[in-house]
């Protein structure tokens, strides 16, 4: 079974700098995309970075700004670092990934995190 394990979240100052993290678990072939996605209370989850497993990173406007994303193939890891946090950035932040679990598997499916909730406040 795949599990996906988000970690690193938590209250911060306005300003303030977090690193999350992203475990990938269970029988997998190949790990393709890896991304992060936030939500917040009543609104959709909404895409805020992503990485293929080449390292591009996706969309072309998160290649510049506060938010780094990165990963570790080996480890079947992804990390997002976020730098100069605003209050309008508390969310609960889920990893995504497309996993392929067998090489039969010609893409691979869609595979979700239980979130971690980032907090931006004074």
């Known amino acids: 079974q795949v599990q996906l394990e988000e970690s690193g979240g938590g209250l911060v100052q306005p300003g303030g700098s977090l690193r999350l993290s992203c475990a990938v678990s269970?029988?997998?072939?190949?790990?393709?995309?890896m991304a992060w996605y936030r939500q917040t209370s009543g609104m959709q989850r909404d895409l805020v970075v992503g990485?293929?497993?080449?390292?591009?990173?996706y969309p072309v406007e998160a290649r510049k700004g506060r938010f780094t994303i990165s990963r570790d193939n080996a480890e079947n890891t992804v990390f997002l670092q976020l730098n100069s946090l605003k209050p309008e950035d508390t969310a609960v932040y889920y990893c995504?990934?497309?996993?392929?679990?067998?090489?039969?598997?010609?893409?691979?499916?869609?595979?979700w995190g239980r979130g971690t909730l980032v907090t931006v406040s004074t």
């Open positions: 990485i293929d497993r080449h390292g591009s990173i």
């Open positions: 269970g029988s997998i072939f190949r790990v393709n995309d």
């Open positions: 995504y990934a497309k996993i392929q679990t067998t090489w039969r598997d010609s893409y691979g499916a869609d595979y």
